[in-house]
């Protein structure tokens, strides 16, 4: 999944990306609040995470823009404040979830997974399909109870497909979801990676798992 952490201090934002890109996240950053609403504007992104104390535009003046031009994607705000005033604010302005600093980094990643849990319509932390499950918790993925041995990108992949297993998912859409913005939408790293995935899976199960129609996609099978 593809995150914007929009934070103007650098000590912190390089400590959350750094952490984020751990858990599997694609990380962005942005340091003010101009730099984050012309990316959020040019760029696909699952999650934004987003300081109220920012230079230029604060939080609150991004969160508006944004929702302007994108009502779908998810927004955690971040305050140093306790007023309930400021919380309020920002859920009434369009965000979906808040945090007060300083907070643990495995708290935002399990409010970034429920988040994405919830927009594809299920609050179970276990994805199934095609005989297959994904840990969302974990981000662990198993064929008739054998771990898959995975890499971080193939992980990326295998997820953003169960989250959305209901449509075919093109390879443009995956280097938006799954990439950072320094990825080559031109490179064959989504075919790469996308084929490494599919032989662990049928080496694991004993057949394709993932199909791939040309003009549509890739799906995960549901039988």
């Given amino acids: 999944m593809r995150v914007l952490v929009v934070v103007d201090d650098l000590d912190l934002i390089e400590l959350l990306a750094e952490g984020l890109t751990m858990y599997g996240y694609a990380v962005d950053k942005a340091t003010d609040g101009e730099e984050a609403i012309d990316m959020a504007y040019v760029e696909t992104y699952d999650v934004i995470v987003l300081d109220i104390n920012l230079p230029k535009k604060d939080g609150f003046e991004v969160l508006e823009e944004i929702r302007d031009f994108n009502k779908e994607v998810n927004i955690i705000m971040l305050t140093a404040r306790s007023d309930i005033d400021d919380r309020v604010k920002g859920l009434d302005f369009g965000a979906n979830d808040y945090m007060v600093k300083p907070f643990d980094l495995k708290e935002l990643d399990a409010r970034m997974r ?101 003009g549509k996609g890739y799906r995960i099978y549901e039988n």
């Fill in 114 to 214: 429920a988040l994405l849990r919830r927009k594809s319509v299920t609050e179970n932390p276990i994805l199934e399909a095609g005989g297959m499950t994904f840990d969302t918790t974990t981000r662990e993925a198993f064929v008739g109870g054998r771990k898959l041995n995975l890499t971080q990108k193939e992980t990326g992949i295998l997820e953003y497909l169960f989250l959305n297993k209901e449509k075919y998912v093109s390879s443009e859409e995956l280097i938006d979801h799954v990439w950072d913005s320094n990825a080559d939408s031109f490179s064959n790293s989504v075919r790469v990676h996308m084929s490494s995935l599919r032989k662990k899976i049928k080496e694991a199960s004993g057949e394709n798992k993932i199909e791939n129609i040309i």
